[in-house]
């Protein structure tokens, strides 16, 4: 599966969690990391970010800088 496709299911994915916001920064085009950025709703500050390097079966979450 390549990065559009797999971004092509995050809406998806998404809509099953009401209470975040995200944002797809990355990875519409083929051959980028896929980057998505995530918060509550009612704690938009608290910002998480899940990234699926391109071509590689490596993912990292990181919270707050951890």
Known sequence: MD???LAA?????????PGQE???TSGK??????VVTLSP???PERIATARV???AEVF?????GH
């Open 22 to 24: 995200w944002t797809l």
């Open 53 to 55: 390097y391109a071509g």
């Open 9 to 17: 299911l995050v809406p998806g994915f998404m809509a099953r969690h």
């Open 41 to 43: 709703v009612t704690a």
């Open 29 to 34: 085009g083929a051959g980028e990391d896929l």
């Open 60 to 64: 990292l979450f990181d919270f707050s």
């Open 3 to 5: 990065t559009p496709e």
